[in-house]
């Protein structure tokens, strides 16, 4: 079993940056792609971005790509999104979600595992 709790959530004005964290414990972390999705009031769970267990693929939404950054420590079995220039539409709650496998998919249906969620307001 993972456990994966985000932090780093939070209200920010628009064009400003967060940054989400994600760490996990539990199964072995460096073999599992992980990803985080976000899902405003609503509206379906949609994936945000993703990255491979080893860190060395990414793939982003087209709404975050150019603006968001996916990165990992296996080290550390965290996972970091990084994000930038930040509009209101981005307003949602943001999950960490990882995987049994170590590549990535867009489909929420296929990852295994999710946190809690953080919130991210952005406000215009």
């Known amino acids: 079993q993972v456990q994966l709790v985000e932090s780093g959530g939070g209200l920010v004005q628009a064009g400003g940056s967060l940054r989400l964290s994600c760490t996990a414990s539990?199964?072995?972390?460096?073999?599992?792609?992980m990803g985080w999705f976000r899902q405003a009031p609503g509206q379906e769970r949609e994936f945000v971005a993703a990255?491979?267990?080893?860190?060395?693929?990414?793939v982003y939404a087209v709404s975050v790509k150019g603006r968001f950054t996916i990165s990992r420590d296996n080290a550390k079995n965290t996972v970091n999104l990084q994000m930038n220039s930040l509009k209101p539409e981005d307003t949602a709650v943001y999950y960490c979600?990882?995987?049994?496998?170590?590549?990535?998919?867009?489909?929420?249906?296929?990852?295994?595992?999710w946190g809690q969620g953080t919130q991210v307001t952005v406000s215009s």
């Open positions: 979600a990882g995987r049994s496998v170590g590549y990535t998919s867009t489909r929420p249906g296929e990852w295994n595992y």
């Open positions: 539990g199964r072995t972390f460096g073999n599992s792609a």
């Open positions: 990255i491979n267990w080893s860190g060395g693929f990414t």
